[in-house]
């Protein structure tokens, strides 16, 4: 069964405007998840590694103020991509990994699309 | 600097044929590498986690092995619904995970 799972799977949204995905560990509480998007043909980019209780933390040239995360609970994180633009338009995934860092899961991913 | 490469970038196999795909890597701290599938369109699937040389473990027709320097995904008579891309990522001793950048497999019927 789903280990992870995302919402919504695709989103279109117009310029300007904010999106929200929500990321949920279905089978075990999670204190850190990850978020990385991927653009086609490329391999995963680690974005931001968000932290229950605590500030995210983003990695190189990753806008904070843009792509807000929230670890609101051990089994909710969300992004939150703010004014987006044509260039944000991507494939976004939430990963969780298991507390003894032997597997990491990933959900089905959201594709998000800006006009 | 940490690095990990997948090769080939792309494997054609007609159904059954057998072959094997490599992830080589150098990183300070080896804590697990870990072999996903990813469909189009979709997140990666996870596979395995192997952590030191001489392991390996098998999934159907997968088998992944471990060295001190690479890891092979090998697959037996693949079928057409083995067709995806296969990603390699290695923990590292910061617990940073680094991605190779896949193997598209394609398998004919």
């Known amino acids: 069964g789903a280990v992870v799972s995302q919402h919504p799977s695709r989103v279109i949204c117009k310029s300007g405007t904010s999106v929200k995905i929500e990321c949920r560990s279905l089978?075990?509480?999670?204190?850190?998840m990850f978020w990385y998007r991927q653009f086609p043909k490329q391999s995963l980019m680690l974005m931001a590694t968000?932290?229950?209780?605590?500030?995210?933390?983003?990695e190189q040239g990753v806008e904070k103020d843009k792509f807000l995360i929230n670890h609101a609970s051990l089994t909710l994180s969300t992004l939150t991509v703010t004014s987006a633009h044509p260039e944000d338009s991507s494939f976004y995934i939430c990963?969780?990994?298991?507390?003894?860092?032997?597997?990491?899961?990933f959900g089905p991913g959201t594709r998000l699309t800006v006009l | 600097e940490d690095q990990v490469t997948q090769s080939p970038e792309a494997l054609r196999l007609q159904e059954g044929e057998s072959s094997s795909l490599n992830c080589s890597y150098t990183v300070s701290g080896l804590r697990g590498l870990f072999w996903y599938r990813q469909d189009p369109g979709k997140g990666p699937e996870f596979l395995f986690t192997l952590y030191s040389a001489g392991e390996e473990k098998e999934k159907e027709r997968l088998k992944a092995t471990l060295t001190k320097k690479e890891s092979f995904l090998h697959i037996t008579a693949p079928k057409p619904e083995d067709s995806a891309t296969y990603l390699c990522?290695?923990?590292?001793?910061?617990?940073?995970?680094?991605w190779g950048a896949g193997t598209k497999l394609i398998i004919k019927p």
């Open positions: 990522a290695v923990l590292d001793s910061n617990y940073q995970l680094i």
């Open positions: 968000s932290n229950e209780g605590s500030k995210a933390t983003y």
């Open positions: 089978d075990f509480q999670a204190t850190t």
């Open positions: 990963s969780v990994r298991t507390p003894d860092y032997n597997e990491q899961f």
